[in-house]
């Protein structure tokens, strides 16, 4: 998958006329929403017309082997329909980390025998993190551990379908959502 993140980056920087020498390194794939520019989500992005495309090659390196990016993309896909200067900004700063952390791989040990491996669910929801809607976002993993075990089988971040009105609330909601089963 490092070929993979590589091509988007390539993919991106074809599209824009960016040189990839003129990527900075950032430390996360997000933008913090408190930064953005109200003027920014009205006026039409310039990538518009190539969001879609750029998005989906990185949709795939999130569902397949990147759990780190998985909330940056759909944040971005959700948008692709209505592609603002801010969602230049926010794809920029994915790209952007893209690159400097293009070589990030998942490791994945088993050491233990079967019966003393476990499934273990983890989970955790933000608190209204969406400006515009004040939604939460749930984030999982489904992992297999033991005491020198730890195979990660699927994750998820959605976004939540009702606005809680309480971070205890926000963290419970997490139960109505199902997990990917096409996971090999």
């Not at 293009?102 to 233990?112: I, N, R, S």
């Not at 297999?144 to 939540?160: A, D, E, M, S, Y």
Request: charge should be positive; glycine fraction near 4%.
């Amino acid at each position: 998958m490092i070929g993979h993140s590589k091509g988007v980056v390539d993919y991106y920087c074809k599209l824009t006329n960016t040189k990839v020498e003129s990527l900075r390194m950032v430390k996360t794939p997000s933008l913090d929403d408190h930064e953005i520019n109200a003027n920014d989500l009205e006026v039409k992005g310039s990538l518009a017309a190539e969001a879609a495309s750029i998005v989906l090659k990185a949709l795939y390196t999130a569902r397949m082997n990147r759990p780190d990016i998985y909330f940056s993309v759909n944040v971005l896909a959700r948008e692709v329909t209505r592609w603002t200067r801010v969602c230049d900004k926010r794809l920029h700063r994915l790209i952007c980390y893209f690159h400097h952390q293009c070589d990030l791989v998942f490791t994945c040990f088993l050491g233990d025998e079967l019966k003393d491996l476990k499934l273990a669910f983890y989970s955790d929801a933000s608190f209204a993190d969406d400006l515009a809607t004040s939604k939460s976002c749930t984030g999982t993993v489904l992992s297999i551990v033991g005491p020198r075990t730890n195979v990660p089988l699927t994750w998820l971040c959605k976004k939540q379908m009702a606005v809680s009105h309480s971070s205890t609330e926000s963290a419970v909601s997490y139960t109505h959502l199902t997990l990917p089963t096409n996971r090999e």
